[in-house]
């Protein structure tokens, strides 16, 4: 059986929860909350830490089992079916969705002439090839991809400073703070979405009790860092951009890219930030084609390369009919808001809920 | 033997077909085949809706001399800017590339009947760069890219190189376009532009020989505020530096006390370094606002001194210099802020500066802002600190 380490995890849920929140996030908290949109960034991602801590717990209740697993042997078997039913859905038409995402990008940005399906099939390519090699493989991967990550973001935020407009983050709190719950709930979805590859990763953690202790100041760990980060980034473009050219901006990052100028010798250095972009896409994505995978063998007992084939071309499919990019994006925010959002706010506490009651009924 | 397994195959074969399919960029372009393009006019076309299109191509080719730039500059009437990259591919030898601009000259009659749909596509296309500059011309943008100067550059290489070092003078704004987008949708602030223009012999107190092959000379002075994306009005040059000290833009500045005031000596200075700050103040209900500028000089040239001074002596003129330099700053200030106020147009950004320190009070009054701003208090506190006057204590007209 694959194993996890801590410090993998860390790297691999933090990848996860990273993905391309970095592309989209500014422009939706800026609608939300205005100029104050950067505030609502890292409580929106610390709402994930409760629903981490409850998977730990039921984790340490049930060793080597995911929460299909568990929400069957707590619900009865076929409203366990049911759920993992809905999270093979769920998981796939979002990963699908990511696939169209992660061309759309590259289109837009810098290579307009290219067809879809090139960026498509190359992600797909990464995301089998990880899926077939297993999770330790995947963790791995994360462990050199994500770092790179972090350093682009961090450069690209440190060098679009010189580029600040004077004053756009003034006045704070102006609205009061009613706004910042709307910001936060924007948010919120991303923590949600990797508490779901939780749920499924969950029979590769160590189950020792001092190793729980670790797994959990990890989480603490990982979620810190990619609010921190997309609490810097959404700054950033707020500083630069202000609020309404934030709110209008798709992907501002990118644009953010292509200002940066160093003593006017390096500039346009925006394609080689997109190379980094893809890493952290295709971390996201291979996650979801793990969680679908982890699916189908819960609930059909179908398990093996030619699954991964399968659900891949699911995903191939959901992106090509999702080619029109405003229509995609809409579909996205609309997936992860209303579909597995309340799906997974929902699913965790209850099982954990009734997990304890049970515990406590001696059940 | 021992046969290879299926994933491995499949493996093989992806990879295999990855090296088939994959080969290259689609849309790759070589940089020999690129007209890279430095400058875009935009001027009102002669039929309705449409727009003349200047855009300015370099093309470097190997001279004498090694690299030589010559002037590729064509005017297309169209009614989009897509529109006159197609017309000009077709008459151009090489692809045009929008990448490299980094000019936008908006010609006066366009600026009167609105930038921002000239400028959606430069906002959009994703190879521009919204660090790329606007001015306004004065006349027609056609007119300033189709000049032959007389120092053998290009119009939008001029225009470019003269706003990049412009703060060694400070009497322009740089405006990019992320900067006009971005003051643009305050919805307080008036966005303003600098102005090029052409200077014939004798105009501007600019004498040159001009026989008809030398060429012209062209100038950034002053600036254009809008009211929306539509021009309102010039500023004049007094008033466009006034808009630089208010709005803490000085980097460096040649400043002249001739004719300021009564003072018999008249200076000389360049600024070496200045900072603005303005305070929100609220007394007994009264609210106003109160820049505070702070800067250092350097005294250049000292004129009308007929004596020689002692140490104090020294010391006291170069105390009449500062009240007489700040004079000068006080009215360049005074001069844009009654132009604000004339206009009834914020292109200094007070309301931002209101609602940035008193965002409860700028509620109060942002639906009539602009009815506000003529009796609005603003006062300008000038600190100036005279460094050094150069390499001598005296003047040679001394007696």
Redesign the interface.
Known sequence: MERVSPHQFMTLGAGVLMGGTFLLLASGVTIASGRDGWMTVLPGFTVGIPYALMVFSLLEQYPRKNLLQISEILFGKWIGKIIGLVYILTTGYYGGLLLALLGDIFE????????LW?FY??GL?LAI?LA?SGIEVFARFSEVVFPVVVIALILSVALAIP?I????L??IL?EGLKPLFRGVLKVMPFAMEYILFLAGISTFLPTGKQELGQLRTEVWRAIFLVGILNMLVVLIQIL??????TIRLANGIL?LG??V?VSRTVS?VESLFMGVWLGAMVIKMSAFLFMVSWGIETVFSLKG?KWNFVVGVVFLGIALGFTRGPYMLRELSVTESYLMFPFASLWIPLLWGVARWKKGAGV | MKSIRPPKIGLVLTLIACSLLLTGCWGKREVEQLAPLIGLGFDLGQKPGSYLITEQFVRAKQGKEGVEVQDRTFTIEASSAREAYEMISKISSRIPFMGSLRVIVIGEDVAKAGINDMLDFAQRFSEFRRTMYLVIAKGKAQSILNLKLRNGLLPAMFIKNNLETGDTISTFPLVHLGHYLTTLDTKITAPIIPVIESIKPGEEGVEYKADGKDGAEIQLQGAAVFRGDHLADFLTDEETKGYMWLENNVVQRALNTAGSGESKVNFSGQVLNSTTKYKVSDQDGIVGLQYQIKASIAVDEVMGLKEQLSETGWVDLMSEAEKSFAKVIEKECQVSIQKERELGLDFLGIGRHIEEENPRYWKTIKDHWEDQIVNFPVSVNIELTIHHSGMSSGSPTTN
């Open positions: 837009r940005s810098i290579m307009p002439l290219t067809p090139v099939l190359g390519v090839y077939g580029r407009e004077q004053g756009e003034l006045p102006d630069v951009f202000g609020p309404e050219e644009v292509k200002m100028e346009g390369l």
